[in-house]
């Protein structure tokens, strides 16, 4: 219970650097991009893409990239049985 505590006050000091970043980049910056900082269509896409149904194709085509990079990580370390 204690270490959930810790790992809020962790998430919390990440929102705070977060904060702390957007704000000197707004001071700082010649031209300030709000969509540097947030951009809330994108994010709204990316939701969308990793809720959205029927994405079986998507779904394979990341499979078979994951299977092709676990085969090169065996093939670099050697594999062990």
């Not at 000091?13 to 951009?39: M, T």
């Not at 959205?52 to 085969?71: I, P």
């Amino acid at each position: 219970m204690i270490k959930g505590i810790q790992a809020g006050y962790i998430d919390e000091r990440e929102r705070l650097a977060v904060l702390a970043n957007s704000i000197a980049y707004f001071s700082n910056a010649k031209k300030p991009k709000f969509k540097k900082v947030f951009d809330r269509a994108k994010e709204e896409r990316l939701l969308e893409e990793a809720y959205a149904d029927g994405n079986a194709q998507n779904k394979q085509t990341v499979n078979e990239k994951r299977v092709e990079l676990y085969g090169k990580l065996a093939a670099a370390f050697g594999e062990r049985s």
